[in-house]
């Protein structure tokens, strides 16, 4: 059973920057893709980026320009750069990993207020 951990969340004012982590237990180059996905309260999960084993990466129209993911797999770590932080990004950002299988995190609270 893959487990994903999330971390680095937290409250910040609009306009500061955050960076996410999540730490895998097996090897991340053995997964097709690995995403971070949002759930903001009373909305559905939504993607906000996605990278995949090649280091292809896609970005949702609202975070483009403004978020980075990245990966080390060495560490097996995934990476969420968040610049330029709004309210609306709000949100428990979940970690996600794909194989044969898809794997979520438990998920960390970010909350962007002043």
């Known amino acids: 059973q893959v487990q994903l951990v999330e971390s680095g969340g937290g409250l910040v004012q609009p306009g500061g920057s955050l960076r996410l982590s999540c730490a895998a237990s097996?090897?991340?180059?053995?997964?097709?893709?690995m995403a971070w996905h949002r759930q903001a309260p009373g909305k559905e999960r939504e993607l906000v980026t996605s990278?995949?084993?090649?280091?292809?990466?896609n970005y949702a129209d609202s975070v483009g320009g403004r978020f980075i993911i990245s990966k080390d797999n060495a560490k097996n770590m995934v990476y969420l750069q968040m610049n330029s932080l709004k309210p609306e990004d709000t949100a428990v950002y979940y970690c996600?990993?794909?194989?044969?299988?898809?794997?979520w995190g438990q998920g960390t609270q970010v909350t962007v207020s002043s």
């Open positions: 097996r090897s991340i180059s053995l997964f097709n893709t």
């Open positions: 990278i995949t084993a090649s280091g292809k990466t």
């Open positions: 996600m990993s794909v194989d044969i299988r898809t794997y």
